[in-house]
T-cell receptor, first 110, second 116 residues
Framework: RKEVEQDPGPFNVPEGATVAFNCTYS??????FFWYRQDCRKEPKLLMS???SGNEDGRFTAQLNRASQYISLLIRDSKLSDSATYLC???????????FGQGTTLQVKP | DVKVTQSSRYLVKRTGEKVFLECVQD?????MFWYRQDPGLGLRLIYF???????EKGDIPEGYSVSREKKERFSLILESASTNQTSMYLC???????????????FGPGTRLTVL
């Protein structure tokens, strides 16, 4: 079983839609969680951190549920430019080592 | 801006060749990482380093070695390339303290290696 699992999609949504991605992790010792974004043929870049209390950055909201060991990312009012692959990431213990999920592909259509 | 550069964007090698992939970062980061990315498998950590001359195995180190002689440079070596090492290779770096806390790794553009 993969340590961080995501539905690969693709998720095809119209502009303006709200879309949610979930991710589960198996290692209860994982300390911190993040969402990265990877555009086609580009390198991954940090999108946002995920906190238990939930955190919001503009149209993006991330949530962590430690009891159920899942992480979510909600995108409101989808834009064409949101089309990308979203990687769910867990930090292993107190190290700088990150565990990446395989990614969920989002395609926003006009 | 943090910049992580990789020596080649595309590389084609033959089975059995020794392959060097170079990565350089310009932000004085302590941590450096090598990943490979394959469809359906995501990013998998090959090796990482927390300091000069220091290295630790990641999840899939078999068939690879690394070298970190200088802080800014982290090299990945395929001693004898095989076809199953055809992949996208990504290098990343992070600051030891804020990188650990914030989970931010800065990636290079990647090297697409094809082994024939």
């Amino acid at each position: 079983r993969k340590e961080v699992e995501q539905d690969p999609g693709p998720f095809n949504v119209p502009e303006g839609a709200t879309v949610a991605f979930n991710c589960t992790y198996s290692n209860s010792a994982s300390q911190s969680f993040f969402w990265y974004r990877q555009d086609c043929r580009k390198e991954p870049k940090l999108l946002m951190s995920v906190y238990s209390s939930g955190n919001e950055d503009g149209r993006f909201t991330a949530q962590l549920n430690r009891a159920s060991q899942y992480i979510s990312l909600l995108i409101r009012d989808s834009k064409l430019s949101d089309s990308a692959t979203y990687l769910c990431v867990a930090r292993s213990g107190n190290t700088g080592k990150l565990i990446f999920g395989q990614g969920t592909t989002l395609q926003v259509k006009p | 801006d943090v910049k992580v550069t990789q020596s080649s964007r595309y590389l084609v090698k033959r089975t059995g060749e020794k392959v060097f992939l170079e990565c350089v970062q310009d932000m004085d980061h302590e941590n450096m990482f090598w990943y490979r990315q394959d469809p359906g498998l995501g990013l998998r950590l090959i090796y990482f380093s927390y300091d000069v001359k220091m290295k630790e195995k990641g999840d899939i180190p078999e068939g690879y070695s690394v070298s970190r002689e200088k802080k800014e440079r982290f090299s990945l070596i395929l001693e004898s390339a095989s076809t199953n090492q055809t992949s996208m290779y990504l290098c990343a770096s992070s600051d030891f303290w804020t990188g650990v806390a914030m989970g931010e790794q800065f990636f290079g553009p990647g090297t697409r290696l094809t082994v024939l």
